[in-house]
Nanobody, 125 residues
Framework: QVQLVESGGGLVQAGGPLRLACAAS????????MGWFRQAPGKEREFVAA????????NYADSVKGRFTISRDNAKATVLLQMNSLKPEDTAVYYC??????????????????WGQGTQVTVSS
């Protein structure tokens, strides 16, 4: 079955960097648009970033543009999220997701079929 496993979360001071990784298995990885979402306590899950099949196109939430970079390695079936200049408001559980092949949307939770278990990112002020 499809498995998405996130890693790299943790506690970091404001202004610092953190890199998240998502290892995928059980799917034809290069056939999926991949995304990162996050969910803070008491809030809805929100879009962070997405990357096209071969990495030629990326999309970002306005709140992370210029600070976060999404990338992928199809040979290793891995998607990365490099987070720089972290802010306390970036604190959340971060989820990796694989988009439904029939969807053209990248921003909405409902467009994604498969999800990881999440990894906690906490940014202290």
């Amino acid at each position: 079955q499809v498995q998405l496993v996130e890693s790299g979360g943790g506690l970091v001071q404001a202004g610092g960097p953190l890199r998240l990784a998502c290892a995928a298995s059980g799917l034809s990885f290069r056939s999926y648009v991949m995304g990162w979402f996050r969910q803070a306590p008491g809030k809805e899950r929100e879009f962070v970033a997405a990357i096209s099949f071969f990495g030629s196109s990326t999309n970002y939430a306005d709140s992370v543009k210029g600070r976060f970079t999404i990338s992928r390695d199809n040979a290793k079936a891995t998607v990365l999220l490099q987070m720089n200049s972290l802010k306390p408001e970036d604190t959340a559980v971060y989820y990796c997701a694989a988009r439904n092949p029939k969807s053209l949307d990248v921003y909405n939770v409902g467009a994604y079929d498969h999800w990881g278990q999440g990894t906690q990112v906490t940014v202290s002020s």
